[in-house]
């Protein structure tokens, strides 16, 4: 349970990121007479000051723990906000075309069993030739071996500039979400 209202410690935040608003105008101004801030050094505590309130007025009101819902997906509940992304277990594998690994190109990129080239969304590892490329590579191997079966969920874009497929990767029957893993 938060320690404070939503709206008090959103209060306190306000409140923080002015004084430190304050403080910044007097380390560039020199001085800020309404606020009585003489000093550079005055204006500098007031921005630390400003930064801890702030930071204070976000620990007392924590987020809210994950859970499970009954349909399947995983509910992140925030101070501000709640967010719904498919839970990586079971059944609840989101709907797509299973296939089965073809190749591994990179860390992030990978053959079907019929050549369709797939690009993992969200996933950025080092190209071929690259410092930790050799690594990235092993990983997805080891985690979607070839000849292993996935599923492939498609985001509202279907290809990249490089014309590669574009896709939430699942390891099956697991249901291992690959592009967090």
Same mark, same amino acid.
């Given at each position: 349970?938060?320690?404070?209202?939503?709206?008090?410690?959103?209060?306190?935040?306000?409140?923080?990121?002015?004084?430190?608003?304050?403080?910044?105008?007097?380390?560039?101004?020199?001085?800020?007479?309404?606020?009585?801030?003489?000093?550079?050094?005055?204006?500098?505590?007031?921005?630390?000051?400003?930064?801890?309130?702030?930071?204070?007025?976000?620990?007392?009101?924590?987020?809210?723990?994950?859970?499970?819902?009954?349909?399947?997906?995983?509910?992140?509940?925030?101070?501000?906000?709640? %967010? $719904?992304?498919? +839970?990586?277990?079971? #059944?609840?594998?989101? @709907?797509?075309?299973? *296939?089965?690994?073809?190749?591994?190109? =990179?860390?992030?990129?990978?053959?079907?069993?019929?050549?369709?080239?797939?690009?993992?969304?969200?996933?950025?590892?080092?190209?071929?030739?690259?410092?930790?490329?050799?690594?990235? %590579? $092993?990983?997805? +191997?080891?985690?979607? #071996?070839?000849?292993? @079966?996935?599923?492939? *969920?498609?985001?509202?874009?279907?290809? =990249?500039?490089?014309?590669?497929?574009?896709?939430?990767?699942?390891?099956?029957?697991?249901?291992?979400?690959?592009?967090?893993?």
């Amino acid at each position: 349970m938060p320690v404070l209202s939503p709206p008090m410690s959103g209060f306190l935040a306000l409140v923080g990121l002015f004084a430190m608003g304050v403080g910044a105008w007097g380390l560039i101004k020199g001085q800020v007479g309404w606020a009585r801030i003489v000093s550079r050094r005055v204006a500098g505590a007031v921005v630390a000051a400003g930064f801890v309130l702030a930071l204070v007025a976000g620990a007392l009101d924590p987020p809210k723990p994950t859970t499970e819902a009954v349909d399947g997906t995983v509910a992140t509940a925030t101070t501000n906000a709640t %967010t $719904a992304v498919p +839970a990586t277990s079971g #059944p609840s594998i989101p @709907a797509g075309d299973d *296939v089965r690994v073809g190749s591994i190109t =990179d860390g992030d990129t990978l053959r079907t069993s019929d050549g369709m080239r797939i690009r993992l969304i969200g996933m950025d590892t080092p190209e071929v030739g690259a410092y930790y490329a050799i690594e990235a %590579t $092993a990983h997805l +191997a080891e985690l979607v #071996p070839v000849g292993s @079966a996935i599923r492939l *969920v498609y985001d509202v874009e279907r290809l =990249d500039r490089y014309g590669r497929t574009l896709a939430y990767v699942y390891r099956l029957p697991d249901g291992l979400f690959v592009n967090l893993a």
